[in-house]
DNA sequence: ATAGAAATATAGCCATAGCTATATTAATTA
DNA sequence: TAATTAATATAGCTATGGCTATATTTCTAT
């Protein structure tokens, strides 16, 4: 039963990266570019592109030919909820006293596979340490 | 950075999970048949046939056509290694507080993106609770 | 305004992992 | 032993996400 569970988290967090990070460019910078994202993921321009063309097609983005790039409402929720796991995840490596960098590193693919309980779990502990 | 190493851990996943279910099945029948693999995976038998003529291109099995399936050295020594980090990350999810269940489904998944730093965070922490 | 640079898009390739349908071989049972 | 059932293998399809090379469009500077 676990690994069904474990292939459909494989399938939308690639997806979930995607939107949380032009969430975070959309914030940052004003607007998300194919080569940011390109950038950012360590992947090629050609590659970016291909994905976000599906992440049209799914509806989770806005954009015109040769334009930089929009999230749809269904884009938002995908990428606040995402951001906010993400994060307790990362507080929650590092309340368990695990430096910065690494806790960055590992958060990066532990939060597309937590669930809400023990999502719920990582909130209590952080609540009852120092970064919360 | 952190992108592409859980890149390069999605790469090796599907590896060490069938090294160690193929280990378990080894240690708890005797032998290693594809559709016990299948079954436990719960994948088609075509889908783990071909996964499994991966794995032996690749070195970590020994097997003949139509016959059951062993592991190389190679293939051992990921298993091993595998279910020991396997192991403590279920423990530790346990001693977090959570049930046993949700605990199996998420550390299938999260057993892969744990560092060593963090996989000894999560021992030390094992063993200063009750379940170890 | 236009030439060159930068960004985006497309084409065509590879690998992986899913699936169903079918063929082949091995094991069981009548 | 022969027929049936079970297991394994193969063929052929889909989707995803990598890559490089090249085309097209937009932006920037001269
Ligand atoms: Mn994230
Ligand atoms: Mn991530
Ligand atoms: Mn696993
Ligand atoms: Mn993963």
């Known amino acids: 039963m676990s690994f069904r569970k474990v292939r459909n988290a494989h399938k939308t967090e690639n997806t979930e990266d995607y939107l949380e990070l ?23 321009q050609a590659t970016a592109n291909k994905t976000i063309q599906r992440l049209h097609n799914q509806g989770f983005i806005k954009k015109q030919p040769y334009r930089s790039i929009f999230l749809t409402v269904k884009g938002q929720q995908i990428a606040s909820k995402s951001k906010k796991r993400h994060n307790t995840v990362l507080k929650f490596l590092m309340n368990l006293g695990i430096d910065q960098k690494t806790a960055s590193a590992d958060a990066e693919g532990i939060e597309h596979h937590v669930s809400e309980k023990t999502l719920k779990k990582m909130e209590k502990f952080n609540s009852a340490k120092k970064i919360v």
Chains 1, 2 share one sequence.
């Open 22 to 44: 032009i969430a975070e460019l959309l914030n940052s910078k004003g607007e998300a570019r194919i080569v940011d994202i390109a950038n950012e993921l360590s992947i090629a």
